[in-house]
């Protein structure tokens, strides 16, 4: 079998635990071959909200956990060598490229060769005009005057090239999540671009990566049905892989959560629609033959992934501002809770029938049935005999003055409403909605930059 | 034949890409995959969210995993991106589907 790679999936989202990756640093540094810890933090719409920070100041617009992620390991990577490969630069990868450099000169270590992946903004590529004739599944774009952000997913190669031209550490934008994997897998085996099977291993090792402990044991626990050791402390996934694309998924020995075929192929399937054709930008993955088979505890080697030629076309994110989600809640509790909370909801909508008629909102019942159901905030359900109830309220608008009259209504409930209504929170968050586009492989300008020297 | 609660029988995960949900179905006996074959089809998955009005069910298999792969179409409100709703990623879903129980074979 010869040489193996090994890659730890250290974050799965923007919000991951940024303690995760020490177990697997641990871990890989006593691994024999090389070695590589992967951050995935980007999801849809986390890039878009790092352009309007970037907006602000020019200087950031990179993840904000970047600090928390990278601290704690940095030392340690750097002395073992194990190469660092994340989308953490969102819209900013060259400012976090800085970052991390100067984290490095305050904990005193050797200066990282730090690479810069960019080409993936397409804001002053593409009109507004030329990105919604390129838009699959709706028809947002068509009325968006203004683009917060519109990214390509790039693929493997520009992440490949970096680590062959000896990065360290590779930051990126928007890249394919799974990509984050193979590009260390292509880098270090020597794979051909067009040897479709072993990239499409590749790819499916980066997917089962990508989502951190969503395969080894997170996002899995139903207690008495399907039980998690240790999931406080579950580890984090470390996959092996070796030059035919043979992939292991284990973790860090001394961690909470499992591997077993069920938690490998939840996370296999995860976000996936015809599984015989996942695309990403250097191949198109095929899973029908895909077989697990548990090799020992919290060991699962995953085969038989096929690969067919990448697609024509690179799929792209364009985000447009959204106005503003406007939520205001209270509660009812004790002997008649539900009569208490029924009222409330029609006193509001009473009210707000005469004053402002032009409001569509949304009103659940937290605790009786506010997920499952879709009927509008009609709230035709039976409510059964709760003796807590939250109310909730949701309303969107264009502007924050659209949506407060629902909270102020809902505010009033206090001194005005049934007897008993407490605890009322209100807030407007900003709305960001995005679109998928597909591009033309011409529009795509990947380019890799080195940072080297403290600036 | 028996009913059985989908929960007792296979796992389940949802995914969502906008308006459009994946529920990944796994089968936690191997065995019994051909029973489930047969008790939860496409047609079954779409009236358990009728309540959503789903414009299309597709069901894709994978027998080597012992697991299924549907697909529903327009059911999350429009997605994260327009939903007044909590879950707008209908990552609470999976749920709705193991709550259902269905006329399944015995396997053995």
Avoid at chain 1, 155 to 182: H, N
Avoid at chain 1, 210 to 227: I, L, M, N, S
Avoid at chain 1, 276 to 285: F, I, M, R, S
Avoid at chain 1, 385 to 404: I, M, T, Y
Wanted: hydrophobic share 45%; glycine share 10%; aromatic share 6%.
């Amino acid at each position: 079998m010869g040489q193996r790679v090994y890659i730890g999936g250290a974050a799965g989202f923007a919000g991951d635990r940024t303690d995760a990756a020490g177990p697997l640093v641990e871990a890989l540094s006593k691994a024999d071959g090389p070695r590589f810890l992967m951050f995935e933090t980007l999801a849809e719409r986390t890039l878009a909200l790092s352009q309007l920070e970037r907006r602000r100041d020019p200087a950031r617009g990179y993840n904000p956990a970047l600090e928390r992620f990278i601290t704690p390991i940095l030392k340690r990577c750097l002395t073992a060598n194990i190469r660092i490969v994340g989308n953490f630069g969102a819209a900013n990868p060259k400012a976090a490229a800085l970052r991390i450099q100067a984290i490095a000169h305050e904990q005193g270590v050797r200066p990282p060769r730090i690479a810069v992946v960019e080409g993936d903004d397409l804001t002053g590529v593409l009109s507004v005009q030329e990105l919604a004739a390129r838009e699959t599944g709706g028809v947002l774009l068509r009325t968006a005057r203004e683009i917060v952000a519109a990214n390509l997913y790039l693929g493997a190669q520009p992440i490949a090239e970096a680590l062959d031209q000896g990065a360290d550490i590779v930051v990126t934008g928007r890249v394919v999540d799974s990509a984050l994997a193979l590009g260390p897998l292509v880098h270090a085996f020597h794979w051909r671009w067009d040897d479709w099977d072993k990239l499409a291993a590749g790819t499916l090792a980066g997917h089962l990566l990508e989502c951190g402990a969503q395969v080894t044991g997170g996002y899995f626990a139903d207690p008495g049905v399907k039980d998690v050791p240790g999931l406080a402390e579950a580890g984090y996934p470390l996959a092996e892989i070796d030059a035919n694309g043979g992939i292991v998924i284990g973790k860090p020995a001394g961690t909470g959560g499992r591997v077993d075929r069920q938690t490998v192929i939840e996370q296999i399937l995860y976000e996936i629609h015809d599984p015989a054709a996942y695309l990403v930008p250097d191949v198109v993955l095929d899973l029908s033959d895909v077989t697990v088979e548990e090799t020992g505890r919290d060991r699962v080697r995953v085969s038989g992934a096929r690969g067919h030629p990448a697609p024509e076309t690179l799929k792209a994110t364009v985000c447009v501002d959204a106005g503003v989600l406007g939520e205001a809640e209270i509660s009812y509790a004790g002997p008649n809770a539900v009569g208490r909370a029924r009222l409330a909801a029609e006193v509001v909508r009473d009210r707000l029938a005469t004053r402002a008629p032009d409001l569509q909102f949304r009103v659940d019942a937290i605790g009786v049935a506010s997920i499952f159901g879709n009927d509008g905030g009609a709230l035709q359900r039976p409510w059964g005999d709760a003796s807590d109830v939250r109310l909730r309220f949701s309303a969107r608008g264009a502007k924050p003055e659209d949506v407060r009259m629902l909270l102020d209504e809902v505010e009033a409930l206090y001194c005005a409403g049934p007897a008993g209504g407490a605890g009322v929170r209100r807030h407007v968050t900003p709305r960001l909605a995005s679109a998928s586009c597909l591009i033309e492989r011409k529009f795509a300008r990947p380019r890799v930059s080195m940072i080297e020297a403290p600036a | 034949m028996s009913k059985v609660r989908l929960r007792d029988v296979v796992n389940a995960r949802a995914g969502d890409k906008g308006n459009r949900l994946n529920l990944a179905v796994v089968c936690r006996d191997p065995q019994s995959y051909a029973a489930v074959a047969r008790a939860l089809t496409a047609e079954m998955v779409a009236a358990i969210f009728v309540s959503r009005r789903p414009a299309k069910v597709v069901r894709y298999d994978l027998p080597k995993l012992a697991a299924f792969n549907f697909v529903l179409d327009d059911v999350l409100e429009g997605g994260v991106n327009s939903s007044l709703g909590l879950d707008g990623h209908g990552k609470s879903l999976s749920f709705l589907l193991l709550d259902a129980e269905v006329e399944i074979a015995a396997t053995k």
